[in-house]
């Protein structure tokens, strides 16, 4: 059962262009969505992370939108550049809990020139 | 500040071997948690320890075991292999006192079950 959906499962944008990565959660008790960003033979880096009282959220070209009442939330990578050509994880916790985050099943994002 | 360690990197193995994974977490963060991750289902949470305490346990079978030392240094081990094991195994580290999601993700040890 796959708690967070996300999709799609794999993107190509040219550079300059714009991506973006939907996620859907089922579980209302989540209340801390991370997104983590992978690059091959390494492990997920933390990106960039939104709580449900925030609608947007941006860090340079990354922005966050959340819709608490859809139950969804999406990364929006602006000017897109080959450096960004990853693999991309929405995910999602409780706070207060443990350690436990559900990830979506990632998307892989080809940035070309 | 070193990152997390994990070893060994790659590994080969065939169907009914076991085989034991180590974590070396970032300095002073005491919670380690594992990950298996494969291309169909992304990254599937195995367990997480604290303190040398198992707090939280994914669905996984019996065969997928862990343990923390008091060096906050963990161990996850699979006894039995099957096929369907092969996967990037990834271990994660955090001081662990809330839950914000910030793992940091050692590079993973690459198991292949033949």
């Known amino acids: 059962q796959q708690q967070v959906k996300q999709s799609p499962q794999s993107l190509i944008v040219q550079k300059g262009g714009i991506s973006i990565i939907n996620c859907a959660y089922e579980?209302?008790?989540?209340?801390?969505f991370p997104w983590y960003q992978q690059f091959p033979g390494k492990g997920p880096a933390l990106l960039i992370a939104?709580?449900?009282?925030?609608s947007e959220k941006k860090e340079g070209r990354f922005t966050i939108s959340f819709n608490k009442s859809a139950k969804q939330f999406s990364l929006h990578i602006m000017d897109s550049q080959p450096g960004d050509s990853a693999t991309y994880f929405c995910?999602?916790?409780?706070?207060?809990?443990?350690?436990?985050?559900?990830f979506g099943i990632g998307t892989k994002l080809q940035v070309i020139p | 500040k070193a990152g997390v360690t994990q070893t060994p990197r790659y590994l080969i193995k065939t169907r009914g071997q076991q085989v034991t994974l180590s974590c070396s977490p970032i300095s002073g963060h005491r919670s380690v948690s594992w990950y298996q991750q494969t291309p169909g289902q992304g990254l599937q949470f195995l367990f997480e320890y604290f303190s040398e305490t198992q707090r939280n346990k994914g669905n996984f079978p019996g065969r997928f075991s862990g343990r923390q030392f008091s060096n906050s240094r963990s161990e996850m081990n699979v006894s039995t292999l099957e096929l369907g094991d092969s996967a990037l195994y990834l271990c994660a580290s955090s001081t662990g006192q809330s839950t914000t999601g910030e793992l940091f993700f050692g590079e993973g040890s690459r198991l292949t079950v033949l």
């Open positions: 939104i709580r449900p009282d925030v």
């Open positions: 579980n209302t008790a989540f209340d801390y």
């Open positions: 995910a999602a916790c409780r706070s207060g809990g443990y350690q436990k985050v559900t």
